[in-house]
């Protein structure tokens, strides 16, 4: 059984939007993409990480909703998304995931 995990954290200086593709990697458990400078929404394209279980994307210019998606992601344990753009409402569909430990938004 491989891990996988993809750690681009602290100053990578990641810019632009999160690529969609990245929701192809079905088989990553950990994303780390923290304290660098993507933009834009989160893309739905999220939700075929199906075996991500820690996203840190906080200290980004991400903006927009969270995406409801998020709720399909049902290994997911904790969600760092705090600093940056985003607005709205926690979408219900959070709720579904009955593993979340953590939800850090502000």
């Known amino acids: 059984y491989m891990r996988f995990y993809l750690w681009l ?4 200086e990641l810019t632009g939007p999160i690529p969609e593709e990245w ?3 079905k088989d990553l458990e950990q994303l780390f993409v923290n304290g660098n400078q993507l933009s834009g929404e989160i893309p739905i394209t999220i939700r075929g990480m199906e075996s991500l279980h820690y996203l ?4 980004n210019q991400l903006s927009g909703e969270l995406p409801s998606d998020i709720g399909k992601m049902l290994k997911m344990e904790y969600i760092y998304l705090e600093d940056n753009d985003i607005q709205g409402s926690v979408p219900s569909q ?3 995931l009955s593993k979340l430990k953590l939800l850090h938004l502000d």
């Open 56 to 59: 840190r994307a906080n200290d």
């Open 23 to 25: 929701g192809g990697m």
């Open 9 to 12: 954290e602290d100053s990578n």
């Open 94 to 96: 959070l709720g579904e």
